[in-house]
């Protein structure tokens, strides 16, 4: 731990860059939309003047000298001298990427990233001759104070009503239910608003906020707190509400400023929420008005936004941190992680001693062992949210790959993202990075066509992807669609001949053929282009996201496009599984990898040969593998008197029947990686510690019977 | 007990980076009350509450910047002798000019040391 405070300083303003460098590119995106508001504007300009403020503090050069001419240009748009076009926009695009290498090297005390000098040059040509700043010094006179010691009495008895600092209006609009049903928008009103003088609003957000969805759309459930910094006649606000007046309630009182940081929050708050309140006066902790606080063009813009899948924090254009947030340290995190993990595992140990030790079900140790194990999970939960996080700049991440990937190919993509608040666990999301780069990349180059191609095709030529994310059942998906060609079936299925991977004569539904992508070697050299064929094929991409738990498919519709949906874990923490039993070994299998279990009866068992069997799962022929025998505890041996199968899936729908001695019982266990020393043992996933303190090994059913590699599916297919 | 002692300073800024400089620097001059604020609409409701001798703001800011900030100050008969530093990044001509008008004390143009700060300190409140 560092206790050097420059040093600790510096590593919270490369956290807070990242922070900066964020609204900037959501700055961008709406610039890029056509809102060319003078707040939009300025938290761009913002950004950048606030890198290079901080910058300056520690003497890094070259982000200061890069952010500045940034930010000339930037002073230029924001004083309406420079009107920024198309281009002038991309390129701003492009000098955020190149700020941002510039931050990221600067933080690695690395060389700064080459093309800094033709980035700057292409900054410079934008501005007219005449606009060079002019830093001359300025004459200025200190104005000394006479101080007095004697402050005035405490805070305490000044009443909000004794502060004369007031002017403008306070306005407090809830609409009634009947507002959008008679085609009045909320939006609209508060523009208008705004035209009166500028107004700082504060959308009021119920704890509770259902998802959005089409049967609610015309139910209101927010309301708003609007701040109007100008002395105007009353009856010139009322006149906004005019239509709205018997709809809606209206609160218009005289502004105090003391209002405007009381915080805004909807009536039904939870009383717990309100003791974790800080203390009034507080400093540090108390949260800033303007935080939650935007203005109205930004405001209005965020509306036509995606939904959020959950009530987020206000929208928030600018990049400072409130208050109320702590930055902490992940391997702080990690830490409590691992204990939480010892916790649970702990926990289960000593439930089974107390039910070894005969305790009785009524006795209070096992009541107060019951609320333990209650607390313990919720703990557990508690911890496993902090990890998580807005899927958001990886998003961001993947805006820049678009950007850079259809430059390098002629085409025009725009990139459009859903669901950037869903949160998933911060190590996912590192994880996530490589394949989504490469999957994005394959979308640019060969998902889309050229736009002459396009336009042939009567679809507009700038192509579509678009990148989502949304939790389901549990899980998170992500997908990434283009609507492009879709996939060329009769060229892969050519390449797969070629390639050996199927027979010539091999007939393979439309699914299968889809699933060709994702076989290693199949990436072949003549598809080689200088942006997706890096030697990185689908089966890089498949093998990295099954080891993060989750599955990959594809759908794709020839001519309108492909899709390819990755669903993944929320945690890699924790799992639920399936305790079962083989050849005197306590095995875990994921629950998500079953489908089914059952007896196995002799009559369902087809030998194929010495080795070979197949099981009869209602009107399919699956693989069958004696799980004991297959990891190598138990030779051969007379399956038809052992129980029970599982039968298991892959993500592609591959099926297996796994036979086990007995199910032990289901339940979650701490992941546990192997570590380094084992490498890869086929079959085997990870590791975890039972309640009796048992170590056991958590499965790869797909691994164990496919092994990665080879497919005998389509070979048994095949001739 | 020194002016260092009892001077109390509310440092108004919105990035955390650039409070925890202008803090370190006033720790090493020997400040011993510093008071901090994210945005102006924070620092006015601070100042209503626990008055202090001098606010040191940084210019750029979401909502509120620092010549509005001084600008409100100025306007409210409790606050208005406070002491008042604008930070800048750009001593730019039209934001000294304007900071004049409203009675500024002094400005700082970053970046600064903490031998910077303490000069510009001193033109104001004296010797520290």
């Known amino acids: 731990m560092t206790t050097d405070p420059m040093a600790e300083i510096r590593t919270s303003f490369f956290a807070e860059c990242d922070e900066l460098l964020e609204s900037l590119q959501d700055a961008l995106n709406l610039m890029d939309e056509g809102e060319h508001d003078s707040e939009t504007i300025n938290v761009v300009f913002r950004a950048v003047h606030s890198i290079k403020g901080g910058a300056g503090a520690f003497g890094l050069d070259a982000l200061v000298s890069f952010a500045h001419q940034y930010e000339t240009v930037m002073d230029e748009v924001r004083s309406g001298r420079l009107v920024p076009d198309a281009s002038a926009i991309k390129l701003f695009f492009r000098a955020a990427d190149m700020l941002q290498d510039i931050v990221r090297t600067t933080r690695d005390e690395q060389h700064p990233p080459p093309g800094i000098e033709d980035m700057l040059a292409l900054l410079k040509a934008l501005l007219h001759e005449d606009a060079q700043e002019l830093d001359e010094p300025v004459a200025f006179t200190p104005l000394g104070l006479s101080l007095e010691f004697d402050l005035g009495a405490p805070a305490i008895d000044v009443a909000p009503a004794e502060i004369d600092d007031d002017f403008g209006w306070t306005i407090t609009f809830t609409p009634n239910a009947g507002l959008y049903a008679s085609g009045n928008e909320a939006l609209l009103i508060l523009r208008s608003l705004s035209n009166l003088g500028h107004c700082v609003i504060r959308c009021l957000v119920p704890e509770d906020l259902p998802p959005p969805d089409e049967s609610n759309a015309e139910t209101p459930l927010l309301s708003w707190r609007i701040i109007l910094e100008e002395d105007v006649p009353e009856s010139d606000i009322r006149q906004v509400f005019d239509f709205v007046n018997d709809v809606c309630q209206l609160q218009i009182s005289p502004r105090k400023v003391i209002d405007d940081l009381a915080p805004t929050r909807p009536e039904r708050i939870s009383p717990t929420a309100e003791a974790a309140l800080p203390p009034v006066g507080s400093t540090s902790a108390k949260k800033p008005a303007g935080d939650d606080a935007c203005p109205i063009s930004s405001a209005a813009s965020k509306v036509s936004l995606v939904p959020h899948p959950r009530p987020a924090r206000p929208v928030d254009t600018n990049a400072h941190e409130p208050a109320t947030m702590v930055r902490v340290d992940m391997e702080k995190i990690d830490r409590l992680v691992n204990l939480i993990g010892e916790l649970v595992i702990n926990q289960a140990m000593l439930a089974q001693s107390v039910e070894t030790a005969g305790m009785s079900q009524q006795s209070d140790i096992m009541a107060g062992l019951e609320s333990f194990m209650t607390l313990t999970r919720d703990i557990k939960e508690s911890v496993m949210t902090i990890r998580a996080q807005p899927v958001k700049s990886l998003f961001q991440r993947m805006a820049r790959i678009v950007r850079e990937a259809s430059a390098s190919v002629e085409k025009e993509v725009r990139l459009k993202s859903v669901g950037e608040y869903t949160e998933v666990d911060k190590t996912v999301i590192e994880r996530l990075a490589d394949p989504l780069t490469q999957m994005i990349r394959n979308a640019v180059d060969h998902g889309l066509e050229r736009p002459d191609v396009r336009r042939a095709a009567s679809k507009p030529p700038e192509g579509q992807i678009t990148l989502s994310a949304s939790h389901r059942a549990g899980r998170v998906l992500i997908e990434i669609e283009d609507d492009g060609a879709g996939i060329d079936r009769p060229k892969v299925r050519d390449i797969a001949i070629q390639k050996r991977l199927i027979a010539p004569d091999a007939s393979l539904t439309d699914a299968e053929i889809d699933q060709l992508l994702f076989l290693p070697g199949f990436s072949t050299a003549t598809e080689v282009s200088a942006l997706s064929g890096r030697g990185v094929g689908m089966d890089v991409v498949k093998a990295a996201i099954t080891s993060l738990g989750g599955r990959i498919t594809t759908t794709s519709v020839p001519g309108q496009g492909t899709k390819f949906s990755i669903s993944l874990p929320l945690t890699l923490a924790v799992l639920d599984g399936m305790v079962v039993q083989a050849a005197g070994q306590t095995l875990v299998v994921p629950l998500s990898a079953i489908i089914e279990t059952a007896k196995l009866e002799e009559q369902n068992i087809h030998r194929l040969s010495a080795s070979g069997m197949m099981m009869r799962f209602r009107q399919e022929l699956v693989p069958l593998f004696d799980l004991g025998q297959k990891l190598g505890f138990r030779d051969m041996r007379d399956i038809a008197a052992a129980g029970i199968v599982l039968l298991t899936v892959q993500e592609d729908g591959r099926r297996a029947a796994l036979i086990v001695d007995a199910i032990m019982e289901q339940r979650q266990v701490v992941i546990k990686g192997l570590g380094q020393t084992c490498g890869h043992i086929p079959g085997v996933a990870a590791a975890t510690i039972l309640g009796d303190g048992q170590i056991a090994l958590i499965l790869d059913p797909g691994d164990l019977v496919w092994g990665g590699a080879s497919s005998p599916h389509f070979d048994t297919k095949a001739g | ?128």
């Open chain 2, 1 to 128: 007990m020194s002016i260092r002692d009892q001077l109390q300073i509310l440092v108004v800024d919105d990035m955390s980076t650039s409070r925890g400089l202008i803090v370190q620097a006033l720790e090493a001059i020997g400040i011993k009350h510093i008071h901090l604020a994210s945005t102006g609409e924070e620092a006015i409701g601070l100042l209503a509450r626990q008055p202090a001798h001098l606010v040191l703001s940084d210019y750029n800011m979401p909502g509120m910047d620092g010549i509005q900030l001084l600008g409100h100050l100025r306007a409210n008969p409790r606050t208005r002798g406070v002491g008042f530093i604008l930070i800048t990044g750009k001593a730019d001509r039209q934001i000294v000019e304007s900071g004049k008008s409203f009675g500024m004390n002094n400005f700082l143009k970053k970046p600064f040391d903490v031998q910077d700060l303490r000069s510009c300190l001193e033109a104001v409140v004296g010797r520290l």
